[in-house]
């Protein structure tokens, strides 16, 4: 099982957690997304395109980018 890392920003409280969280969690091949607000980033668990992880993000309305 793959693990990616991304940086997201653009999250200000549990709700926006929750939001990026269920948007990630919502790509197919995630297994699982364990995102944290501090600092804002996200550790998604399975093998999704790293482009529809960042698009998810995207469209609810943060920012992501890859955390090497
Ligand atoms: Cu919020």
């Known amino acids: 099982m793959g693990e990616i890392k991304l940086k997201v920003t653009g999250m200000t ?5 929750r939001a990026v969280t269920k948007a ?4 197919p091949g995630v297994i699982k997304a ?3 607000l501090q600092p804002g980033a996200a550790v998604i668990h399975g093998e999704a395109d790293l ?5 998810a993000v995207t469209n609810e309305g943060y ?6």
């Open 24 to 27: 990630l969690e919502g790509v």
């Open 51 to 55: 482009q529809a992880l960042m698009a």
């Open 63 to 68: 920012h992501a980018e890859v955390q090497t």
């Open 13 to 17: 409280c549990a709700h926006c957690v």
């Open 34 to 36: 364990e995102v944290s």
